[in-house]
């Protein structure tokens, strides 16, 4: 047997593979199914030329065997990653990084009083970020109470109405954050879905906060979900909000929010920038994710012909198409409001 039909020739081929899907997965963008059938097929015909052609017969197997090797390992590592993957708000505590300041913004000739706190975060691919964001003070008061004027259209969907008013409400003020996600997206040159991860991602870099119609309780009072964050984090819940969803400027000014909280605000704001986005609530799971209408793969939703790549928004680490083991049936999932 030659080294081209032996298991030098596998051994370089995974080697070559491993080390292409990274420069490709970095120099292109694509996302993880084609980069890695891009990297495999290189790492062929590198193997060729390094150290010759196998038997066709051979040459058939070895690469079977290569594309079973990588392809196995990621979906045995997907399986083993949902096991593990529950919501959980890893980070709940409010340090110093959540600290939201009063500053004095310029504009033209008038001085205006901001709400703003300067993040720090990397998404779920290591690449690092930072921006403040920010609102105006006026706007906070204005808006604050805002959702005390919705009036529901329909009794069938209570909560998309209740979205797309706090949408068209709050959206038109959250114009500081759109220049923020704007000068980030001109500096890094990101494409369709890395501006996308990006803005998630700041969003769930944010600790979990409980939103509560009524007031906050002592931890006891709850059930287990609940106590155990409220017992590590007192600070993590705030009370008397009407539907217990705070308003995208509220969030911005206390960074307290919960599940539709947090997708409301995402929602505005990719909704500006053009996305098709969409809310998924589930009554089952008593939880709100994000819906995108874009190339991905993983966990999607079907709404009037399109398909929406599911998101979770709660806690670090989700990337598109892939949720919590303990919320991932999507027949429990329905599109609230979509922006197209």
């Not at 080697?15 to 990297?39: E, M, N, R, W, Y």
């Not at 004027?149 to 069938?156: A, D």
């Not at 003020?173 to 700041?202: G, H, P």
């Not at 790549?309 to 609230?336: Q, R």
Request: charged share 20%; net charge positive.
């Amino acid at each position: 047997m030659t080294n081209s039909d032996g298991c030098l020739w596998v051994f370089i081929t995974i080697v070559a593979t491993v080390i292409g899907f990274g420069i490709i997965k970095i120099a292109s963008g694509l996302q993880d199914i084609p980069a890695l059938i891009a990297a495999i097929t290189l790492a062929i015909f590198s193997a060729i030329k390094l150290i010759g052609k196998p038997s066709g017969r051979m040459l058939v197997r070895q690469s079977l065997f290569i594309f079973v090797f990588f392809f196995g390992i990621k979906f045995i590592g997907g399986i083993f990653l949902n096991m593990f993957k529950t919501v959980t708000t890893e980070r709940t505590g409010f340090s110093e990084e959540e600290t939201v300041t009063n500053a004095i913004l310029i504009e033209e000739t008038d001085t205006i009083p901001i709400y703003t706190n300067m993040r720090t975060w990397r998404d779920n691919f290591g690449n690092s970020f930072n921006g403040s964001l920010s609102v105006r003070q006026r706007d906070y008061l204005d808006l604050k109470h805002a959702t005390r004027n919705y009036q529901p259209i329909s009794k069938q969907n209570f909560w998309g109405g209740l979205y797309a008013y706090i949408d068209k409400t709050d959206a038109p003020k959250l114009d500081l954050v759109m220049a923020t996600f704007s000068k980030i997206n001109k500096a890094k040159r990101l494409n369709q879905m890395e501006f996308a991860e990006m803005v998630v991602s700041c969003i769930q870099d944010i600790p979990y906060s409980f939103v509560f119609q009524e007031a906050c309780l002592p931890a006891k009072n709850y059930e287990d979900s609940i106590k155990d964050v409220l017992e590590d984090c007192p600070e993590c819940c705030i009370g008397n909000i009407l539907y217990g969803v705070q308003n995208p400027i509220s969030f911005i000014k206390n960074l307290k929010g919960d599940c539709d909280t947090r997708t409301v605000l995402i929602y505005s704001i990719l909704k500006h920038f053009g996305y098709d986005v969409a809310i998924v609530n589930s009554d089952f799971y008593r939880h709100s994710i994000l819906g995108l209408n874009i190339p991905g793969n993983g966990k999607t939703k079907r709404y009037r012909g399109k398909k929406y790549i599911l998101w979770e928004t709660t806690a670090k680490y989700y990337s598109a198409g892939v949720l919590p083991s303990n919320f991932n049936d999507t027949k429990h999932w329905n599109v609230v409001l979509t922006s197209k």
